[in-house]
């Protein structure tokens, strides 16, 4: 496009003379270039620029089309200026060519924006810079936008100054692998200066390097749909003070890099996802350097994706570990970068004592980073919508309630709460117990085995609050050799304490527990909890009302666990489906309890009385279980009858598949 344009400028000198002598003397020799100044003057920017000149502040810009900054031109853009780019996909950027330079001189008070008048991800191009240093593409280098040439030996090039510049709705499709990025930087020199930017809404990366040695500080990337950052063809620059935002689905991760390791810096990035997603990718052989990394929300925080050398990242001075979730404190904070104009997703940690009453907002991301403990005569109440991202901290991390507190869980059937770790191992954290003033067969105000906890007391219709349409995953961290953490553990908990339509899902240990009380629920899945999935002891009494189980992977125990006493709790509509084999049913000592609608499918084991404990503690159907003894088993049995109900229909539970 730029060797068209000065073949025509060319065609137009040398036409000159002749035009000269066949018109008036009065009529001037038109000067090239002459009509981009002219429409400049108007406030339309199209075509080649071939003088210096200045934007300004003053008038209002309208991006028609390709805009370019010829070798040896400067462009200067004023503090405060506004450029509208027309939505006209990939006919419309700006762009500075080899030995052209822009000199961009935002203020935080006023920096300059460049953005299509709906910011809309694709409207438009973006900019382009194409520079003097290396580039493992070699020199003259023809880029992937605009057949632009790039690429030399002077990796102090000096390309301009970016200072406070905003861009949005960037990105253009050219064709099925290849788009505009917000900042295109194609082999740009350390001479250029490249600080305080923001691209936001870009269909394709936020900021890109093409070789070149330039480095860029302070830079806000929200929502763009492939990378953040991303480099190849060897750039050895140092990005300083990063902040990417994912919050709609669609993005691809923060960095990807590719081709050869130049080694590259990352100091101070923080990246927040509430989308899950990828943090940092490498390709090939691709690496980098990196410090003050913060990352919240990530599904995946290290993907070598092509099985380069983990040595290639090295990050806070080690290898890279692909199992750290790299989830530590923010170390950059956007909340002073007023220039920047956008609406940052605001993460409040959660830790420490909940001593009053305490209301969460949906609209809020939540971290859960410590212990976080609602303490008697306290309530916490959590909003339909709210999602809860719990840190991969095992023991330290946890929700609890104690005697004589009490927590709202107000989830509804399309807006379900979510507390879950941000990868969803099992055991990442400690899951939700709650204790009540119920009455336990271990006494009054025992200690929990988990957190050191009091409960127990004497009122089985205790009201430790409601829990409706929650979805929690990637509990039970292990405590010791004896015990670890539950999804849910309900301690003494009475029966006034709602719980309907409750998940567990990905646990390392129980789905959920009772110890002793009285508590109901009403509508309870549990998938792939890798011990029990119900678990009770301490003479549990309550009753449960549709429980669905799905086992697919080994290592889990048993459908259900229950131990000690028999308080004869009661179970209408129970699935239990598994597809790795194991056993359904366990009890031990004398316990026992009454099942009406048991649906078994998959298990080796249907019912095993562990301690030699009475068969008719197992009422099925109204009468006691009847069973065989396996051959060879003498406390193991297959039921003869009654584990063929109608399965408990799931199909309108669409709250389970809900998400971070």
């Avoid at 880029?143 to 510049?165: H, P, Q, R």
């Avoid at 229950?562 to 316990?591: E, H, R, W, Y």
């Amino acid at each position: 496009m730029k060797n068209l344009l000065i073949r025509l400028f060319t065609l137009a000198l040398l036409a000159a003379p002749i035009l000269t002598s066949c018109s008036d003397d009065d009529d001037p020799t038109p000067t090239p270039g002459q009509d981009v100044i002219d429409n400049l003057g108007k406030g339309i920017m199209e075509g080649l620029l071939l003088e210096d000149y200045t934007l300004k502040s003053s008038m209002q810009y309208s991006l028609d089309g390709a805009f370019m900054v010829s070798d040896g031109v400067t462009l200067t853009v004023e503090a405060g200026t506004q450029i509208v780019a027309k939505s006209g996909g990939t006919e419309v950027y700006l762009a500075v060519l080899m030995g052209g330079k822009i000199n961009i001189d935002g203020t935080s008070a006023l920096p300059v924006v460049m953005s299509s008048a709906s910011a809309t991800p694709g409207d438009w191009g973006g900019l382009t810079i194409c520079g003097k240093a290396v580039t493992t593409a070699g020199e003259d280098a023809t880029a992937e936008v605009g057949d632009f040439k790039y690429g030399g030996t002077d990796n102090m090039d000096d390309s301009g100054s970016i200072k406070y510049l905003v861009i949005k709705g960037t990105g253009a499709q050219i064709n099925n692998d290849s788009q505009y990025n917000g900042i295109s930087f194609y082999a740009v020199g350390s001479g250029t200066t490249v600080e305080n930017v923001a691209v936001i809404n870009g269909a394709d990366d936020g900021v890109e390097f093409f070789g070149g040695t330039v480095s860029v500080s302070t830079l806000f990337l929200q929502n763009n749909e492939d990378d953040a950052i991303d480099w190849t063809e060897g750039w050895s620059g140092t990005v300083t003070d990063a902040y990417v935002e994912h919050t709609i689905e669609g993005f691809s991760t923060v960095v990807e890099a590719d081709k050869v390791n130049n080694n590259p810096k990352l100091v101070n990035l923080t990246a927040v996802s509430t989308t899950g997603g990828t943090a940092l990718q490498f390709k090939l052989e691709s690496g980098a350097t990196i410090t003050g990394l913060s990352l919240k929300g990530y599904a995946t925080s290290v993907d070598m994706k092509d099985d380069g050398s983990l040595n290639n990242v090295i990050i806070e001075g080690e290898t890279a570990d692909p199992a750290n979730s790299y989830n530590g404190p923010a170390t950059v904070d956007p909340s002073g970068w007023t220039w920047v104009d956008a609406e940052v997703v605001e993460i409040v940690e959660l830790e420490g004592n909940v001593t009053t009453d305490v209301t969460l907002d949906a609209s809020k991301q939540y971290r859960l980073t410590g212990a976080y403990i609602v303490q008697d005569g306290a309530s916490l109440t959590i909003p339909a919508g709210t999602k809860i991202h719990a840190d991969a901290g095992g023991t330290e991390v946890y929700l609890a309630v104690l005697m004589g507190g009490t927590i709202n869980i107000d989830g509804t059937s399309e807006l379900p709460v979510v507390i879950a770790s941000d990868k969803g191992i099992p055991g990442d954290w400690g899951g939700l117990t709650i204790c009540g003033k119920g009455v336990t067969t271990a006494g009054t105000n025992v200690e929990a085995e988990v957190g050191g906890f009091k409960y127990g007391g004497t009122d089985n219709a205790d009201d430790s609050g409601s829990v409706t349409y929650l979805v929690i995953k990637g509990t039970g961290a292990q405590i010791n050799e004896e015990s670890q953490y539950n999804g849910v553990s309900l301690y003494a908990v009475g029966s006034e304490t709602t719980f309907e339509n409750i998940a567990v899902i990905n646990g390392a240990d129980d789905g959920v527990e009772f110890f002793g009380g009285a508590a109901e629920v009403t509508n309870i899945y549990l998938e792939n909890n890798e011990d029990d999935s119900v678990d009770w002891t301490e003479g549990w009494n309550g009753k449960v009302e549709n429980t669905y189980i799905s086992h697919t992977i080994e290592g889990f125990s048993t459908a259900f666990e229950g131990d000690k006493v028999n308080g004869n709790p009661m179970f209408t509509n129970v699935t239990a489906i598994c597809t790795t084999s194991g056993t359904a049913l366990q009890f031990k000592s004398t316990s026992g309890a009454t099942i009406t609608g048991l649906h078994l499918d998959g298990y080796t084991v249907d019912l095993d009385m562990k301690d030699g404990g009475d068969v008719a503690n197992v009422q099925i159907d109204g009468d006691a279980a009847d069973a065989t003894l396996i051959s060879g088993e003498t406390k193991k049995y297959t039921l003869n009858s009654g584990k063929d109900a109608a399965k408990v229909d799931i199909s309108g539970w669409s709250w389970i598949e809900a998400t971070l």
